[in-house]
């Protein structure tokens, strides 16, 4: 039977308010959904023609019976099996309507202009959709816990979340319309299984044994995601990251054999906003994967190398995840330094001397900031273990806090708490530094005293941090910093700096054993 002389039989080619005739009287759909697949894969390069089936399709499932649309023509295994077989043949070959054009290389992304048709088709099959899985809820309310109709959704449900999630996301080759469209399409899935979101959608509940669609949809990316076919297609790495960035403990791991090596893949790319979205997906996994399975055929160590690497680029970003990163994989590799009586030089070394070799020459304000920001937390990690680094790391610090950083001072405050952190835990090693450190400190409290640019809570700030780093170095070197402080002369500073200075001097010799070396320091 013809395609419209089924329609005309359906009477979805009259008015709209007629009503449909019963399921019993209508032709089996899998012969319906059969023919109409055929007709669009035929017609996917006409847009006329393919639109009109398109929205002959979305007329069919608004209108049809929810009995007939979703019960299979033998009511057994076999006829479950034909119904998905249709559906999915159908939903895909829906799907390939909007398939988007592929790169002319794998080194440049597509113009605006490429994707010109893709918004109005998009939306188009996602109206088709939305409304097919409008008339599932209603069935799968009337039939809750059938394992056919649970199946079947199941079967058609990773084509469809991948399809609306490339289409929310604002892109070249998405609209307002189709943006829209798509979310529609989207809640209407998640409604349709009774998913509260898209994490549920894809994980299942462990609770209750329901599975997720997570298998399928790494299904489909899976050979999209090789090393010469991922940059072909634009949304493929986003729909990766999405995913991958959806998943968490405990259902990570045991796809992580799938995940890593497109993630791996994406760390390499030599573009940076490939080379971040690798980084992200990568630090994901280490958040989300146990150590053990980490350190399983040496995993761990992969990832420590293809992070390393990114501390010798010039991207600030870039460097600030690859930093981010490392501080959470570090200790699945190794016990932090601080917690340990290693004395042997550890990865975590290695990590702060490059880091503290590239500060001492690195000229670019968003590096400088970048740098600045991680290194409390790698010498806090690092712990006395520290003190191999403390000729590089006391250059560091005087070299950075000589240099404004307006307006927020943000690398000023983080070399203050290096120096506290440092002080704190390497007193012995400091006292021979304190001339150094004060003569700095001082020209700091000058300098931030008569800057009128600075915002007064940013000024303020950096008075008190700068009066607990002098507090600290006063307590390691046996009371010093209060003698030579008194040798201050008033006529030279402000009052703000005689203030600051004043704080130090009282709290230096109004509490018990400040001045003791280490029993001061505690």
């Not at 005087?398 to 307006?406: A, H």
């Not at 809570?457 to 070197?477: E, F, K, N, W, Y």
Request: glycine share 6%; hydrophobic share 40%; charged share 20%.
């Amino acid at each position: 039977m013809e395609c419209s002389s089924l329609l005309h039989h359906l009477r979805l080619s009259s008015s709209s308010e007629e009503e449909p005739l019963p399921s019993h009287a209508l032709p089996p759909i899998t012969e319906l959904l059969s023919l109409l697949s055929r007709k669009l894969i035929g017609s996917a390069e006409a847009l006329c023609e393919c639109s009109s089936l398109i929205g002959q399709l979305q007329h069919l499932f608004q209108a049809g019976d929810p009995d007939w649309l979703f019960t299979p023509a033998v009511d057994a295994v076999n006829g479950w099996a034909e119904l998905r077989s249709v559906y999915c043949s159908l939903i895909s070959a829906l799907i390939g309507c909007v398939v988007l054009p592929l790169c002319e290389d794998d080194c440049s992304a597509l113009d605006a202009a490429a994707y010109q048709s893709v918004p109005e088709r998009a939306a188009a099959v996602c109206s088709a959709l939305t409304a097919l899985l409008g008339n599932w809820t209603e069935e799968s309310e009337a039939k809750r816990g059938e394992t056919g109709l649970t199946g079947l959704l199941l079967a058609v449900a990773p084509p469809i979340c991948l399809f609306s999630v490339t289409h929310f996301q604002d892109q070249a080759w998405t609209s307002a319309t189709s943006r829209a469209a798509a979310r529609r399409l989207h809640q209407a899935l998640l409604r349709a299984g009774g998913w509260s979101g898209s994490a549920h959608l894809l994980m299942g509940d462990q609770r209750t044994g329901d599975g997720g669609i997570l298998n399928g949809v790494l299904q489909i990316l899976q050979p999209q995601l090789t090393r010469d076919s991922w940059r072909w297609r634009e949304d493929v790495k986003l729909l990766f990251s999405w995913t991958l960035l959806q998943v968490t403990r405990p259902f990570l791991s045991p796809s992580l054999p799938r995940l890593l090596p497109p993630s791996l893949l994406l760390n390499d790319d030599y573009r940076p906003e490939n080379c971040m979205l690798g980084v992200r997906c990568l630090h994901h996994i280490v958040l989300n994967t146990p150590a053990a399975d980490l350190r399983q055929f040496n995993r761990a160590e992969v990832l420590y190398q293809a992070l390393f690497k990114h501390l010798y680029t010039s991207e600030a970003a870039v460097v600030q995840l690859a930093l981010s990163c490392l501080l959470d994989l570090l200790p699945v590799l190794e016990k932090p330094p601080s917690s340990s009586c290693r004395t042997k030089p550890c990865r975590h070394d290695d990590v702060l001397r490059l880091v503290l070799t590239h500060m001492e020459a690195e000229h670019k304000v968003a590096l400088r900031r970048v740098y600045a920001s991680a290194l409390p937390l790698f010498v806090e990690r690092m712990g006395v273990a520290s003190c191999r680094h403390l000729r590089r790391l006391e250059r560091v610090l005087l070299g950075y806090l000589e240099v404004r950083d307006p307006p927020e001072e943000t690398s000023r405050l983080k070399m203050l708490e290096v120096l506290q952190k440092t002080t704190a835990v390497a007193w012995p090693r400091m006292a021979c530094r304190v001339d150094r450190f004060l003569r700095c400190l001082l020209r700091l409290l000058v300098d931030v005293s008569s800057d009128a640019s600075l915002d007064e809570p940013v000024r303020q700030q950096l008075m008190d941090q700068t009066a607990a780093a002098l507090r600290l170095l006063d307590g390691c070197s046996q009371g010093r910093v209060q003698r030579l402080l008194l040798q201050v002369d008033g006529l030279c500073c402000s009052s703000q700096v005689l203030g600051c200075l004043a704080t130090v001097t009282a709290e230096a010799t109004g509490t018990p054993g400040t001045s003791g070396g280490g029993d001061g320091l505690g």
